[in-house]
Structures are given as C-alpha cells and as structure tokens.
C-alpha cells in the first residue's frame, strides 16, 4: 500500500494540472463553437451587462490560454490563481442567482445549470490546490545528487 500512495503523490500534481487543463482547453473551445448557453446563463444574472458574445468568447480565450499554460507547466502557482478568478464568475451566479441556481423547484434541488454551477466550486479548489502545489515543488527542489528512493513491494 506505502507504494501506491507513494506514486499517486508522484504522479497528483501532473495529473491534476493537466486533467485541468483538458477541461479548461475543451470548455473555453466549445463557447466558440456556440456561445449562446453561456450568454443566457449571464443575461439571467446580475452581470447581464455583460452577456453578449464578444464577452463569452473573451472567457473562453481566457480559458484555452490557461490551459495550455497548465499543459506546458508554466508558472502554475499564479495560473492556478488566475484560474480561480476565473470560477468567480460562475459561483457569483450560482449564489445570487437563485432561480438559474435551483429553477422553480427551489433549494436543494438543482436545475441543470445550477449542476452545471456547481461543479465549479470542485473546480476552484483543485485551482487552488495546484497553486499549492506549485509553489511546494518550487520551495522543495530535488538535487540530481540526491539519490531516489526506490519503493520496495
């Protein structure tokens, strides 16, 4: 078991910050195939101002740039934060805007773009947790002098 948990300590932080790229890459790519779903959510919002194509396609620009930062391992302590900000957004609806949030069903219950809403919290922590982990792997760099301890089954 103390080799298993041993790789997956190796092998979390790749995993995790390119899973979130995937997932950055592929959701801002497809506001360019149709960025009406996400103009809707924000014209139902308290930041309607804002909900116009232009503004969507500039959210998934942000988004593929921030993921391809994370693919190519570049400065993840602050993307990892940039990225956050970037979940502000969608949380900021799913709180103050109850009937997007929960429909005519009401708290608890989610309607499909409260889920959609939802999942993003998940998303903003594991943000979070790659800045963390980052700047850990920057704070604790391994020498080539140091020999590597191998597990033993």
Known sequence: MNALT????RIAYPFLRIAMGIVLVW???L?????????GLI??????????NGFVYLL??????????????IQVKYV?????????????????????????????L???PGEFLLK????????AALSAMASEREMTPVHASQPRRVPVA
């Open 80 to 108: 990892g934060i940039l990225n956050m900000l970037l979940f502000v957004g969608t949380i900021a609806i799913l709180i103050l805007t109850p009937k997007v949030a929960y429909g005519d069903a009401g708290f608890p």
């Open 27 to 29: 959701i801002g790519g």
């Open 43 to 52: 014209g139902a919002s308290p930041f309607a101002f804002l909900a116009s």
């Open 60 to 73: 998934g620009v942000g988004e593929v740039i921030v993921g391809a930062l994370l693919f190519a391992n």
């Open 31 to 39: 506001k360019f195939v149709d960025p009406s779903p996400v103009v």
């Open 110 to 112: 989610l309607s499909l």
């Open 6 to 9: 041993q790789l997956i300590s």
């Open 120 to 127: 993003d919290i998940v998303l903003m922590a594991a943000s």
